[in-house]
C-alpha cells in the first residue's frame, strides 16, 4: 500500500549527521522532480530540497551548505544527506515523487521520518 518508502530518520546530536532514504518502486518511471520537505507541528509542511532526473537541485535556503541531495534513477531512490545538523531541523521528513498509474499523474508521500536534533 505504501509507494514510498523512508527510512534513515533517528536521533543526533548538533553538529552530528544523518542520512535520509527514499525509494518508489522500480518499476514506475518518476515524473520530473523527487524532493524532501519537513514538517513541525507549528508550521506548514515545507520545502527542502528537490533534485531533478537530470541532477539539477534546489535547497530551501536554511539548508544549503549543509544537506545534499541526489538520487538513483535506476532505482527510483532519492537520498538527503544533512550534516551539520542544527536543532531547528528537527521535523518529520517526507519525501515526495509523481509518477502515472493507469494513465493518470499521481503524487505520492512517503509516511515521514523523524528527525530530532538535541543540543
Known amino acids: 500500500q505504501v509507494q514510498l518508502v523512508e527510512s534513515g530518520g533517528g536521533l543526533v546530536q548538533a553538529g552530528g549527521s544523518l542520512r535520509l532514504s527514499c525509494a518508489a518502486p522500480?518499476?514506475?518511471?518518476?515524473?520530473?522532480?523527487m524532493g524532501w520537505y519537513r514538517q513541525t507541528p507549528g508550521k506548514q509542511r515545507e520545502l527542502v530540497a528537490t533534485?531533478?532526473?537530470?541532477?539539477?537541485?534546489n535547497y530551501a535556503d536554511s539548508v544549503k551548505g549543509r544537506f545534499t541531495i541526489s538520487r538513483d534513477n535506476a532505482n527510483n531512490t532519492v537520498y538527503l544527506q544533512m550534516n551539520t545538523l542544527k536543532v531547528e531541523d528537527t521535523a518529520i521528513y517526507y519525501c515526495?515523487?509523481?509518477?502515472?498509474?493507469?494513465?493518470?499523474?499521481?503524487?505520492?508521500w512517503g509516511q515521514g521520518t523523524q528527525v530530532t536534533v538535541s543540543s
Open positions: 515526495n515523487a509523481e509518477w502515472y498509474l493507469r494513465g493518470s499523474r499521481r503524487n505520492y
Open positions: 522500480r518499476g514506475v518511471s518518476i515524473i520530473s522532480a
Open positions: 533534485v531533478t532526473k537530470d541532477g539539477s537541485t
